[in-house]
């Protein structure tokens, strides 16, 4: 069965900071898609991004990266140069490309970053 | 345009009342879902619609009925409901039910609480 690990409960950086948002993956299939997703107070989640797993290279979107390593399982995010508006918790999701496909995800990291 | 739309954004209701939840997606999106969520814990999936259809029950209590009236609108009819039962409820869409590639789009969700 799959599983999403993200050992990071909370977080707090001053602005300005750079920070990775650690995302560890379970899976027995080898098609499956990553995500992560963003939900600040107000409780909307916001998609970030979507991998696939036959696709390792890193991302950069202004601020935000993420590297993907199936090696380690890992699919972490990094945030350079953390603004308040950063503040948020982030989840990472999975999903299998067998049977029904849903999500399944993390416990979520809260993001706390202070002026 | 990726808005999932939901109301009422706050609810208050007693155990003896009977309220309904409301999501609407303008995307063409054909699978949609009910998640629930309690604070500081990641979105549990409820149920999930595919083609207007029911397609996915994770064994929740029959005091939650939903319903889908059409392609765009997504119900949620609320009956006897416990305390235990506040938490913030979200409506998501994805384009192709069941697709592990499809990215779900989550609405602002309803904040619950049940005196």
């Not at chain 1, 600040?40 to 991998?51: A, H, T």
């Not at chain 1, 590297?67 to 950063?86: E, G, L, R, W």
Request: a negative charge; one cysteine or more; hydrophobic letters at 30%.
């Amino acid at each position: 069965a799959q599983k999403v690990t993200q050992a990071q409960t909370e977080i707090s950086v001053v602005e300005k900071e750079d920070v990775t948002l650690d995302c560890v993956y379970e899976t027995r299939d080898t098609t499956y898609y990553l995500f992560w997703y963003k939900q600040p107070p107000s409780g909307e989640l916001v998609f970030l991004i979507r991998r696939n797993s036959f696709d390792e290279q890193n991302e950069i979107s202004g601020r935000y990266s993420w590297n993907f390593q199936k090696s380690t399982s890992s699919f972490n995010f990094t945030i350079t140069a953390s603004q308040v508006v950063d503040s948020a918790v982030y989840f990472c999701a999975l999903s299998e490309d067998s049977g029904y496909s849903t999500l399944t995800f993390g416990k979520g990291t809260m993001l706390l970053v202070s002026p | 345009d990726t808005e999932v739309t939901q109301t009422p954004k706050h609810l208050v209701m007693g155990m003896t009342n009977k309220k309904s939840l409301k999501c609407e997606q303008h995307m063409g999106h054909r699978a949609m879902y009910w998640y629930k969520q309690k604070a500081k814990k990641p979105p549990e999936l409820m149920f999930v619609y595919s083609y207007e259809k029911l397609s996915i029950n994770e064994s929740v209590p029959s005091r939650f009925s939903p319903e889908c009236p059409n392609s765009s609108l997504l119900n949620l009819h609320l009956h006897a409901l416990q305390p235990e039962d506040s938490a913030l409820y979200l409506c998501a869409s994805s384009q192709v039910p069941g697709l592990a590639t499809d990215t779900q789009y989550f609405g602002p969700g309803t904040r619950l609480t049940v005196l």
